[in-house]
Structures are given as structure tokens and as C-alpha cells.
């Protein structure tokens, strides 16, 4: 059964620059799209980016097109989220999916990032 476990979170200025890891295990990788998610204090969860099963697909919302890179590495069975520019309002936690088909079935247990002076 697939597992995923992100990392990386942590404090960070604003400006700043943080690379969130989701690492798998129990399955290969290349068989999922993965999303990331965040949810805020007070919010909902909301998707930010995902790629396809190749990489070659990737999609971003609007509010951090631009600053952040989502890309996979299948051989290390790992997706990466390179955020830059960071914003008080990227503060959340941040959670890894997996897609096999139509739902995202697997998560992780997520990591927090602060964006905070």
C-alpha cells in the first residue's frame, strides 16, 4: 500500500524559499499524478499544483503560478515542491496525494510552513 511523507516545512522570511519533499513508500510512484494541498488556520483545503504520472503535465492555481515548481523524480520515488517569493498568506500546512485514477486516496501527514518576519 502506498505511503507518503512529506517534509521540509519550516519558518521562513518573507521572500524566502523552502523545497517541501513527499517522499513514497510501499508502491511505486510513477503509477500516481500527486497533488499538493495546504489548508490554513480557519480555511479549507485547497489544491495548489499537481503533475502527471511522466511529469510532463504540471498544473498551478493562480496565487503561486509563478513561484512555485512542482517536478518528480520516479527513480527516487519523490515529488518536490520548490516555493519561492514566499507570503505571510502561503502559511498552512502542506500535504502530498496520490491519484491512481480519479480520487486522491493516499495522503500524507503534512508539514507546516510558516512564512513570518
Known amino acids: 500500500q502506498l505511503r507518503l511523507a512529506e517534509s521540509g516545512g519550516g519558518l521562513v522570511q518573507p521572500g524566502g524559499s523552502l523545497t517541501l519533499s513527499c517522499a513514497a513508500s510501499?508502491?511505486?510512484?510513477?503509477?500516481?499524478?500527486i497533488g499538493w494541498f495546504r489548508q490554513a488556520p480557519g480555511k479549507e483545503r485547497e489544491g495548489i499544483s499537481c503533475?502527471?504520472?511522466?511529469?510532463?503535465?504540471?498544473t498551478y492555481v493562480d496565487s503561486v503560478k509563478g513561484r512555485f515548481t512542482i517536478s518528480r523524480n520516479n527513480a527516487e520515488n519523490t515529488v518536490y515542491l520548490q516555493m519561492n517569493s514566499l507570503k505571510p498568506e502561503d502559511t498552512a500546512v502542506y500535504y502530498c496525494?496520490?491519484?491512481?485514477?480519479?480520487?486522491?486516496?493516499?495522503w500524507g501527514q503534512g508539514t507546516q510552513v510558516t512564512v513570518s518576519s
Open positions: 496525494a496520490a491519484r491512481a485514477i480519479v480520487d486522491w486516496d493516499n
Open positions: 503533475i502527471n504520472r511522466s511529469g510532463e503535465i504540471t
Open positions: 510501499g508502491s511505486t510512484l510513477d503509477n500516481y499524478a
